[in-house]
RNA sequence: GGGCCUAUAGCUCAGUAGGUUAGAGCGCACGCCUGAUAAGCGUGAGGUCACUGGUUCGAAUCCAGUUAGGCCCA
């Protein structure tokens, strides 16, 4: 006879096999229909909140793995919290402004770029923005994340916008902006700024020049011997704005007597500096230490004013003469060493690149064909020592392909240094720094080394898309007008129609009357042009997004990003924050590293190494991808590879088949009938249960300090060994075989049910989708809560057994050496299943308390057949291992001697006898 | 070149305050089972703790340097 039907084998809808890319829409389907995010809203509505303010990704391209990182992070997080009670409200947002969407959607006019107005690429800009918005809206909802998605913040709403003006304000009246020239990339041509991306470096042929910069001072230690300074330049058109030399202070630099006369070289460029210029004759006659030679004046080519010798770190042995003509206008390095020296900037070049009347030697002349000129007048001074041809990679505009120029141009800037109320922004900020939490806690380290060193923030853009830097000039006398005044006048109009008004009314409508330039009184004015940096509007989230949405705090409890945004979003963030409140936004920061491959090098397209988190959730699910998440330590690089990926896969199955199992096992199992107290239950299920608290303190402990991949490996750990090949393999023979109402049975069952409702609730944050979908089978489906809307287990201290655990922990030691023997016997075909072996213990006395009464527990723990003890071992436990007598019950698999007893069941054992007839009298 | 950080089995991670033969899971190899079955169980083999030097009775752990890699800056 076939007694299967007798079993009570496992059942269940909970599929093996997950096809998460099919199941984890529909569940998301689920969450939409029943507004699960504004259900657990509800449930923690009044308790205290945790707010996690989101960073905006930049509305721009696909999301990829960093940007899902990142936001699965985020989402693990505030469904911890959300289950542990905290209120958390999370609107996600996106920074919608700036220059890499203008520079897409003018690339995508083509032959219509330049006919366009700026009205009109504002609005093709905002379409562009919105419809990356869009689609990363649904990306991120793809991965499982929650959040208000109905109402997120952007930072191109009229309202967001206006909050960019009120802080501002609120600088502006601690005298903390101000506005002041800056060298950036300029077309020429074009006559526009440049953005880094839009540059693009290619070869070009330059002009390669020694010139000499006679001594106006001796050298140390010397008289005066007409000696000279030599630079080495390709941009001879900049020497006009130079007002400096740069040595490096540790360089060591030669006094030559050359063909060319009396020059000051640096010692590693000697050689190749005397070949450049072509001399014939070198003798040294003394050196000097760069730092040595600071302070003294040299003669400019043209101008009254002397060229001073100062010290930078910036001066390479590379190439030219260790000496670096410096002019602050026509450099990034040149100019903050003009700022480190306080140099003045002339800028003797005009939007179109021609010399003005500050270089009158050259005026009106276009500066590339002005080079010839400067050399053959340099030539005729007999400062020209060298002169030829070089080609080396330079930037050119995107547009028009011509060489771009740097070129100092009036911007506007939040000072660092200022002082105010006696302090400065740079001194509030590193101070405010100490009083945040910083995770990891090395952060604030790197935190405080970039406030140290930050120069004034450059917060003016020459662009079109984002929002306007709200300044009048006055058409009389020139002078600006930017006040706490105008700008909330300003301020009101953005609020009410957006930052499109500023550009579309003119200056009347917009300040109204009662306006007079602080300068010469006058009240014609026209408006700047210029719109904020971008990262001045992120920077400003804090005070757009923490007032306006419900439930939501200034500060919020914690900034999620990755390392790069210490110079970013965390920095501006906090100088926003402090400049205009006082107080830093966040009270935590934590930041997590950036996706590396196997190899641990960075992802990019150029080494072929891209991972794609659409195609992970296509191909392999969310729930793997929040996985490998929650398995890494993020603190430090997170690697990503095939490899990576295939085992996240066989663990992930591992712990949703121990899901099945245990959902099987519970087909017929009703907690409010059959429940059995903990006090009443097996020793062996008491045991699990004690391990189940072990495992909640750990993932409890872990959450809270934000170790995800601690609770990973607790839980892969807790499925694969306490329950997968330890408490479940040893429960079978009594779920199986045992009377389905029995005591036994129901004392196991009810461990399972407490097993598979902690652990589901312990694995919802990490995996949201599989943990749905199991909590939804236990109920059956229909009208279920979700179990985002469940509380996270607590430990149950009177179920934690320390004396039991360690008590099962020798048993445990026991089974093993059992297993050892039995592995033997199946070696050598013997035996194949462990049913079939008898196990013999020879023991010492003193285990009598351990085994004594345990003797009946002993086959369930080693699954095998019988089990004899002898107490009469000397030392070791000595264990012999045969194949069981009796013959298999047919039923149960377990060898019996009690088998054939019943003439009418020749094939069951005693134990199987009665529960085949009463299930045989339960069916009758 | 500068600042911050990382390096433990093929993979992901433990390794508490320097102290026995450095742990876990997965993967792998071999075997078992066929009542978790595109599952489950057992046994086993894998590590010069990146490298070099130092401190110490003793270093994966502390210090210095080197190499490789990451982020930011130049």
């Known amino acids: 006879m076939d007694y299967r ?42 308790n205290q909140a945790f707010i996690l303010h989101d960073g905006p990704p930049y509305a721009n391209g696909d999301i990829h793995l960093g940007t899902a990182l990142n936001k699965i992070l985020k989402d693990i997080i505030i469904k911890y919290k959300s289950m542990r009670g905290f209120h958390c409200p999370y609107v996600p947002g996106w920074d919608c402004h700036g220059q890499p969407i203008e520079h897409e959607v003018e690339k995508r006019l083509g032959e219509e770029r330049g006919r366009l107005d700026l009205m009109e690429v504002r609005r093709r800009c905002r379409e562009y923005a919105l419809h990356y918005v869009g689609r990363q809206s649904e990306q991120f909802q793809r991965l499982g994340v929650l959040g208000d998605f109905e109402d997120p913040y952007l930072t191109l709403k009229p309202a967001y916008e206006a909050a960019n003006v009120r802080i501002l304000a609120e600088l502006v009246g601690r005298g903390l902006v101000y506005r002041s020239r800056k060298p950036i990339h300029w077309c020429p041509r074009c006559m526009t ?6 540059l693009e470096y290619r070869e070009k042929e330059s002009p390669s020049i020694y010139v000499a910069f006679p001594l106006l001072d001796a050298l140390p230690g010397r008289g005066d011997e007409g000696a000279a300074v030599v630079i080495w330049t390709t941009t001879p058109w900049t020497l006009p704005a130079n007002v400096a030399i740069a040595l490096h202070p540790d360089m060591e630099y030669v006094l030559a007597d050359t063909s060319g006369g009396c020059l000051l070289l640096g010692r590693p460029l000697l050689e190749e500096a005397v070949k450049g210029m072509r001399l014939s ?20 080519p043209w101008r009254d004013r002397a060229s001073v010798l100062v010290n930078s770190e910036y001066v390479t042995t590379g190439q030219g003469t260790g000496a670096v003509h410096i002019a602050p206008g026509h450099g990034e390095e040149d100019y903050y060493v003009g700022l480190e020296y306080d140099l003045p900037m002339p800028m003797p070049v005009d939007d179109a690149g021609r010399f003005t009347g500050e270089a009158p030697e050259f005026e009106g002349l276009f500066i590339e064909d002005a080079n010839e000129r400067i050399l053959a ?7 020209l020592l060298g002169s030829g041809e070089l080609l080396h990679p330079y930037p050119h505009c995107w547009r028009c392909k011509g060489p771009v120029i740097f070129r100092a141009t009036p911007q506007w800037f939040i000072g660092v240094d200022r002082e105010y109320n006696g302090s400065t922004l ?7 720094v100490s009083g945040v939490e910083w995770v990891p806690s090395w952060n604030i380290r790197r935190m405080k080394g970039m406030l140290e060193t930050r120069p004034d923030w450059c917060i003016s853009r020459q662009r079109a898309w984002g929002v306007p830097i709200p300044a009048f000039y006055c058409n009389a006398c020139g002078r600006e007008l930017l006040t706490p005044q105008s700008l909330r006048k300003v301020e009101e109009m953005i609020g009410a129609e957006g930052s499109d008004a500023w550009f579309l009314k003119d200056v009347r409508e917009i300040l109204g009357e009662g306006f007079s330039c602080p300068g010469c009184g006058g009240s014609d004015f026209r408006k700047e042009t210029d719109i904020l940096d971008v990262w001045f509007e992120s920077g400003v989230s804090h005070e757009a997004v923490l007032h306006s949405w419900e439930g939501l705090t200034w500060p919020c409890d914690m900034y999620l990003e990755g390392s790069d945004q210490h110079r970013g979003w965390f920095q501006t963030s906090l100088l926003t924050a402090v400049g205009a409140r006082d107080a830093p936004p966040y009270r935590s920061v934590l930041t997590h590293g950036f996706v590396v491959d196997g190899e641990g090098r960075k992802m990019s397209k150029s080494l072929g190494n891209v991972i794609s988190p659409l195609d992970i959730c296509d191909r392999l699910g969310a729930d793997i991808l929040r996985l490998w998440v929650a398995a890494a330590d993020y603190t430090v690089d997170i690697p990503a590879s095939q490899e990576i990926f295939d085992r996240l896969v066989e663990a992930y199955r591992r712990i949703r088949n121990t899901l099945r199992f245990l959902l099987g096992n519970l087909f017929d199992y009703d907690p409010e009938r059959d429940a059995v107290a903990p006090g009443d239950m097996e020793e062996i299920d008491r045991w699990i249960i004690s391990r189940l608290q072990g495992l909640v303190r750990r993932c409890t402990q872990a959450m809270d300090r934000y170790q995800l991949h601690l609770v990973y490996h607790a839980l892969h750990n807790f499925c694969a060994v306490d329950l997968s090949a330890l408490y479940l393999d040893m429960r079978k ?7 389905p109402r029995s005591r036994q049975r129901h004392s196991a069952q009810a461990a399972i049910y407490r097993v598979f409702t902690a652990i589901t609730r312990l694995m919802a944050p990490i995996l949201c989708h599989t943990a749905e979908e199991a909590w939804q089978a236990l109920r059956g489906g229909a009208g279920a809560d979700s179990v985002h809307l469940q509380e996270w287990p607590q430990v149950e201290e009177d179920l934690l057994d320390a004396h039991l655990e360690d008590r099962f922990e020798q048993l445990l030691q026991l089974r093993e050496m059992v297993t050892k023997s039995i592995e033997e016997l199946r070696l050598a075909k013997e035996i194949g299943t462990s049913l079939e072996a008898a196990v013999d213990l020879k023991v010492p006395e003193h285990m009598r308390g351990l085994l004594g009464e345990r003797e009946g527990l002993l086959p369930t723990i080693f699954i095998v057949s019988e089990v004899h003890v002898d107490y009469g071992g000397a030392g070791e436990v000595e264990v012999a291992v045969r194949r069981a007598a009796g013959s298999k019950c047919a039923r149960c698999w377990n060898f019996r001697a009690s088998v054939g007893e019943d003439p009418a069941y020749p094939d069951l054992c005693d134990r199987c006898l009665p529960v085949v007839m009463e299930w045989g009298g339960g069916r009758g």
Not at 25 to 33: L, S
Not at 193 to 198: D, F, R, T, V
Not at 733 to 739: K, N
């Open 377 to 383: 007048d340099l030539r005729g001074r007999g400062l």
């Open 5 to 46: 039907q007798t079993l009570n084998l496992p059942k269940t809808g909970f599929a093996m096999k997950a096809n998460l890319s099919a199941r984890e829409p529909e569940i998301q389907r689920f969450w939409k229909e029943k507004d699960i995010y504004g259900k657990v809203l509800e449930r923690t509505r009044g």
């Open 281 to 300: 004759s070198c003798q040294e006659l003394a050196s000097y230490k760069g730092s040595e030679l600071k302070g003294l004046r040299a003669r400019h």
């Open 733 to 739: 023979d009594c779920l199986y075989t045992f009377a």
């Open 193 to 198: 700024a440049l953005a880094e991306a839009e």
């Open 426 to 432: 740079r001194l509030r900020c590193l101070e405010a």
